[in-house]
């Protein structure tokens, strides 16, 4: 599990084909948040939870399977890709962001990017079957990184950006047409599933005999 907080960005340094996905190598600057990373841990690459196969001084090797490319923007990356990361949360750390399970929902694309004094506001389309699970100041993980929704509409949705953000992570890179890495608040997503579950539940109950028990005719 992880806050979206994101720790370092860091840089895919190698690539390589392996079981029909990829073998990423990520380096990274911060030695304080990931000197001490080991082998078995998990770590949020853009959003997408990945474990460490393989580690040394500045870097770490992840292997990423096919359902992951097929969900997520890694299959796009490069040598040289900026990535956002960070290490999965520990029972004592504070929770400064959302529960981020580090499980990528959907790819979303930036529609529109906003000046707006010191920070940005950007928009994000997105499949519309994933509508119930986003409301308006609702929390949402766009490539790991924990953001308020300022705004939403049908398969579209916008965040405010601070200047903070935008110095510490990779959505400074973002452009018109960027494809992002989106995580729906997990809260949401249960509650989606449990108001579907008594919709159906309840449309199942009634029937003719149903209704002509209950004294209609």
Known sequence: MFTG??????AVGAIAPRDGGLRLRVNYTSFEAFGDLSVDESVSVNGACQTVVSAGKGWFEVDTVAETLKK???????????VNLERAVRPMDRLGGHFVLGHVDCVGKVAVIEESG???TIS???PPSFDPWIVPVGSIAIDGVSLTVAHTESSLFSVAIIPYTFGHTTIADLRKGS???LEFDILGKYVARQLSAARTAAGSRISESWLSEQGFS
């Open 72 to 82: 997520t923007t890694l299959g796009s990356f490069r040598p040289g890709t900026k």
């Open 118 to 120: 010191q920070s940005r």
């Open 179 to 181: 494809e992002v890495n």
């Open 124 to 126: 994000v389309s997105f």
């Open 5 to 10: 907080i994101v720790k370092d960005v860091g």
